[in-house]
């Protein structure tokens, strides 16, 4: 186990009559899990080590301007495409006012937040990797800025993916590009359950463009939250077994990823998608996100990868959709292979075109 970096620091702190106006803005994906985190423990501790894709189009863009709290205490007003949300400033609000040890300038100022994410609300993809990865990235540039602290990149990052695995473990993952791990292994040093570790150097090639196209079969809210969803591996007969083979997998994969080996790729990753989902249908309650057109989609990219030998595979979030999995060398096949096999099992929303990317950028 990683020591606890200590963050608590009271210097961060505006002295009276010098509380400073201004506004920052950045943007951060969402990242998508090769092998899943799925079960947690206090304090956003993960039961298992994950890793996961950074992507690219698909992120929260967040401007947050501040000014002296009138109150004497946090205040905040939060819009979510240009209307005021009660729900995210509510969430939101207990957030700083949870980092208040961390960040004590929080207490001090007036936060009006505006966000928006570019891949639809309703589409199901998780956006609270998005969401809070972004809020970490500005409350830590704040820090830098207002305070000269956090100079060196490396502790930047580390500090921003800290804080955002306490607003969602899956956000630490989301301040690096890339692959990243969050949770602490054997075979990469450097790992922790407290924030993400960026893998890239070691990466074979064809993994460093691959794509993900998001195949939206079903635009309803999500049936389960991340939340309840973590809670039920407390009691989860396969639980144990289930934490185990998630570090096997990752090293596995790992192994495989530096040696561009596809099908082992293709092996573990799938495997990992299904027994998410096992472990949702073998829970109680039990639940069962799959919709019909899941199946369809992922028996057409079976027959698909069996007729052209080419290396397509599928992951699963917690949700209907399915993330198509591919190197960019085969984009034209498999935009044919949409088109002709699986356009008919899409909501209106259709899919979004993905793939990897470089992480979080200050547009402001
Ligand atoms: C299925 O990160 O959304 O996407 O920490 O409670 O916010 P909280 O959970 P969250 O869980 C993500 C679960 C997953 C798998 C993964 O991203 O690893």
Same mark, same amino acid.
């Given at each position: 186990?990683?020591?606890?970096?200590?963050?608590? #620091?009271? +210097? $961060?702190?505006?002295?009276d @009559?010098?509380? *400073?106006s201004?506004?920052?803005?950045?943007? =951060?994906? !969402? #990242?998508? +899990? $090769?092998?899943?985190?799925? @079960?947690?423990? *206090?304090?956003?501790?993960?039961?298992?080590? =994950?890793? !996961?894709?950074?992507?690219?189009k698909?992120?929260?863009?967040?401007?947050?301007?501040?000014?002296?709290a009138?109150?004497?205490?946090?205040?905040?007003?939060f819009?979510?495409?240009?209307?005021?949300?009660?729900?995210f400033?509510?969430?939101?609000?207990?957030?700083?006012?949870?980092?208040?040890?961390?960040?004590p300038?929080?207490?001090?100022l007036?936060?009006?937040?505006?966000?928006?994410?570019?891949?639809?609300?309703?589409?199901?993809?998780?956006?609270?990797?998005?969401?809070?990865?972004?809020?970490a990235?500005?409350?830590?540039?704040?820090?830098?800025q207002?305070?000269?602290?956090?100079?060196n990149?490396?502790?930047?990052?580390?500090?921003?993916?800290?804080?955002?695995?306490?607003?969602?473990?899956?956000?630490?993952?989301?301040?690096?590009?890339?692959?990243?791990?969050?949770?602490?292994?054997?075979?990469?040093?450097g790992?922790?359950?407290?924030?993400g570790?960026?893998?890239?150097?070691?990466?074979?090639?064809?993994?460093?463009?691959?794509?993900?196209?998001?195949?939206?079969?079903?635009?309803?809210?999500?049936?389960?939250?991340?939340?309840?969803?973590?809670?039920?591996?407390?009691?989860?007969?396969?639980a144990?077994?289930?934490?185990?083979?998630?570090?096997?997998?990752?090293?596995?994969?790992?192994?495989?990823?530096?040696?561009?080996?596809?099908?082992?790729?293709i092996?573990?990753?799938?495997?990992?998608?299904?027994t998410?989902?096992?472990?949702?249908?073998?829970s109680?309650?039990?639940?069962?996100?799959?919709?019909?057109?899941?199946?369809?989609?992922?028996?057409?990219?079976f027959?698909?990868?069996?007729?052209?030998?080419?290396?397509?595979?599928?992951?699963?979030?917690?949700?209907?959709?399915?993330?198509?999995?591919?190197?960019?060398?085969?984009?034209?096949?498999?935009?044919?292979?949409?088109?002709?096999e699986?356009?008919?099992?899409?909501?209106?929303?259709?899919?979004?075109?993905?793939?990897?990317?470089?992480?979080?950028?200050?547009?402001?």
């Open positions: 186990m990683n020591s606890e970096p200590d963050y608590h #620091n009271t +210097a $961060l702190k505006f002295a @009559g010098d509380i *400073p201004g506004k920052m803005a950045w943007r =951060s994906p !969402s #990242n998508i +899990a $090769l092998v899943k985190y799925w @079960g947690k423990k *206090p304090v956003q501790i993960p039961q298992n080590p =994950s890793i !996961s894709f950074t992507l690219s698909s992120y929260s863009e967040t401007e947050v301007s501040y000014s002296p009138v109150s004497g205490s946090l205040e905040m007003e819009y979510f495409d240009g209307q005021r949300n009660s729900v400033e509510e969430k939101t609000a207990n957030f700083f006012q949870s980092l208040s040890d961390v960040f300038f929080v207490n001090q007036k936060f009006i937040i505006r966000s928006q994410n570019t891949f639809p609300h309703s589409a199901g993809i998780a956006s609270s990797a998005s969401g809070m990865s972004v809020l990235m500005i409350l830590c540039d704040m820090e830098r207002l305070f000269s602290t956090l100079k990149d490396v502790d930047f990052r580390r500090k921003a993916s800290f804080i955002a695995r306490l607003g969602s473990g899956s956000a630490s993952r989301s301040v690096y590009g890339g692959l990243v791990i969050w949770g602490e292994t054997e075979v990469v040093s790992t922790s359950d407290l924030y570790f960026p893998m890239n150097e070691e990466i074979h090639e064809i993994f460093t463009r691959y794509q993900d196209t998001i195949l939206l079969v079903d635009a309803g809210e999500k049936k389960v939250s991340s939340r309840v969803g973590h809670g039920l591996m407390n009691s989860n007969p396969y144990g077994e289930r934490f185990k083979q998630a570090h096997e997998n990752l090293s596995e994969l790992l192994q495989a990823m530096r040696d561009g080996d596809t099908a082992t790729f092996r573990i990753t799938e495997s990992e998608a299904l998410l989902h096992a472990m949702m249908m073998t109680q309650p039990y639940f069962l996100l799959m919709k019909p057109n899941t199946l369809q989609i992922i028996e057409r990219i027959t698909f990868r069996e007729k052209t030998g080419l290396p397509v595979s599928f992951t699963l979030d917690a949700g209907p959709n399915v993330h198509m999995l591919y190197p960019a060398a085969i984009k034209a096949e498999v935009k044919q292979f949409i088109e002709d699986l356009v008919s099992f899409l909501s209106p929303l259709g899919f979004i075109d993905d793939e990897v990317g470089k992480g979080p950028e200050k547009i402001l």
